[in-house]
């Protein structure tokens, strides 16, 4: 095994992952809790807990699914797992819901709806458009990190991980270049909850989420009255069954997508180039014949890193799943970064193994079904593209130093990490 940690075994009766200390823990520890919770009890119930300077009370509680199986039965199962009700654990309004989460907080016919209008600015046409985006903006980022930095050293996240998928989500909406460090602070506000660095008190978090709605709303109505050559005018613009999309949903839409295109990718590339820095014949097997280890290179990284923790669903009916019986009403929060550590799955899945075959399919874009994620394949792009330029031109970068994790039940975030190259 070459994966860099022993795992400890921990007691069922130690874990809790409602408690706030539990995501401050030791990775291996963590990644120990959940063998325990896959071997012993993959619905463990959990009570919620109240979070400082929410206004909203803790909720009824929750079933951890931790099981990689169980999760694509949760995923592609809409009817008897609904998504309207939230996909974060704690409760809100629906209208709260939708406002932070547009269409992952839907279910048909909104949902339906809101996709098939949205999906027009993500046409094979579009993303082939963005891909050619992709590689300017990797050999651009790298021009310039070459120039600014003669002493090769650096900070990874922000200097290279971070820039790409920024520029290119940025780039398909038609945000100017003067409005990217903005983005970026409100995306990383937006999903930094819990995390003191980013989010102050529950207060900001909405007064940021308000400012990009406005941002968005005031985008969309612009490319309605003048168009451009972007996805937001794609989307402003399409109409399907008689129907557009209003400045509001595409206000809550451009969160969500502005949101998880940038965080998301940035972290699979930042976690990515930790594995290839600590497995140094894993990145000399894909580097030494790139294309053909790519694709499985590449959902490697997205399993090993899951940069998204959990998404939540609701039962709306009673039902059953590998024996185990949920009431109507039940919250299942489906814990992606276990699912993709399920040794009933995966084949030694603590090593870290550009040539794992795809199939079967890691859980990290979502496991199917009508939520799985929209930007999938644009984000393994930009994560190839931004490998394949560092293989290129700068090989004998590595990280130098331990990362500064985010602290975060939801996102497996890194906020800054060291880097050198010669």
């Given at each position: 095994?070459?994966?860099?940690f022993?795992l400890?075994?921990v007691?069922l ?8 200390e539990f ?10 809790a959940?063998k325990?919770l896959r ?7 959990f009570e ?7 206004p909203?009370?803790?909720g009824?509680?929750?079933?951890a699914v931790?099981r ?5 039965h ?6 008897l797992?609904?998504?309207?009700k939230?996909?974060?654990?704690g409760?809100?309004p629906?209208e709260?819901?939708?406002?932070f ?5 839907m ?12 999906s027009?600015?993500?046409?094979p046409?579009e993303?082939?458009r963005?891909?050619?985006?992709v590689?300017?903006?990797?050999k651009?980022?790298v021009d310039?990190?070459l120039e ?19 520029g290119i989500i ?7 270049e003067?409005d ?9 506000v937006?999903l930094g909850?819990?995390?003191?660095e980013?989010?102050?008190?529950y ?7 308000l ?9 969309g ?7 451009q050559d972007?996805?937001?005018?794609a ?6 069954d008689?129907?557009?999309?209003t ?5 809550s ?12 990718t ?8 930790k594995l290839?820095?600590d ?12 294309e053909?280890?790519a ?13 998204v ?7 709306t ?19 992606y970064?276990?699912g ?5 799955v ?7 193994d550009v040539?794992?075959p ?6 990290g874009?979502?496991a199917?079904g009508p939520?799985f ?11 190839a593209?931004?490998?394949d330029?560092?293989r290129r ?8 130093g331990e ?5 975060s039940?939801?996102i497996?975030g ?7 190259w010669?």
């Amino acid at each position: 095994m070459n994966s860099p940690f022993a795992l400890p075994t921990v007691a069922l009766a130690d874990i809790d992952l409602s408690d706030p200390e539990f995501w401050l823990k030791d990775r291996a520890w963590r990644d120990g809790a959940f063998k325990t919770l896959r071997d012993e009890s993959p619905f463990q119930f959990f009570e919620e807990r109240v979070i400082e300077g929410a206004p909203f009370p803790p909720g009824p509680g929750y079933r951890a699914v931790t099981r990689h199986d169980d999760i694509w039965h949760i995923s592609r199962n809409p009817q008897l797992f609904c998504s309207g009700k939230g996909s974060n654990i704690g409760d809100l309004p629906v209208e709260m819901n939708e406002f932070f989460g547009s269409m992952i907080n839907m279910d048909d016919p909104k949902h339906f709806r809101l996709r098939n209008i949205v999906s027009r600015g993500f046409t094979p046409k579009e993303i082939g458009r963005v891909e050619d985006q992709v590689k300017i903006r990797a050999k651009r980022l790298v021009d310039e990190l070459l120039e600014r930095f003669p002493k090769g050293e650096c900070d990874f996240v922000e200097e290279i991980a971070a820039p790409l998928p920024l520029g290119i989500i940025c780039d398909m909406m038609g945000i100017p270049e003067e409005d990217h460090k903005k983005i970026f602070h409100w995306t990383n506000v937006i999903l930094g909850v819990g995390d003191p660095e980013f989010v102050g008190s529950y207060e900001e978090l909405m007064s940021v989420a308000l400012e990009m709605f406005m941002y968005a709303q005031a985008l969309g109505e612009s490319r309605v009255a003048n168009p451009q050559d972007d996805v937001t005018s794609a989307m402003m613009n399409a109409v399907v069954d008689g129907e557009r999309l209003t400045a509001q949903e595409f206000g809550s839409f451009f969160i969500l997508l502005v949101v998880a295109g940038n965080e998301t990718t940035r972290n699979a590339i930042s976690h990515g180039m930790k594995l290839l820095t600590d497995h140094p014949d894993q990145k000399a097997i894909w580097f030494s014949d790139f294309e053909t280890h790519a694709k499985s290179a590449v959902e490697e990284i997205v399993r090993y890193a899951t940069p998204v923790i959990h998404f939540r669903r609701t039962a709306t009916e009673d039902t059953e799943i590998a024996g185990q019986k949920l009431a109507a009403g039940d919250k299942v929060v489906m814990f992606y970064s276990s699912g993709n550590r399920d040794e009933r799955v995966f084949a030694d899945p603590f090593k870290f193994d550009v040539t794992r075959p795809v199939t079967p399919a890691q859980v990290g874009f979502g496991a199917g079904g009508p939520h799985f994620c929209l930007g999938a394949n644009l984000a393994r792009r930009e994560v190839a593209v931004m490998f394949d330029e560092i293989r290129r031109r700068m090989p004998d970068l590595r990280i130098t130093g331990e990362p500064a994790y985010l602290q975060s039940a939801f996102i497996n975030g890194i906020k800054r990490m060291p880097c050198a190259w010669n």
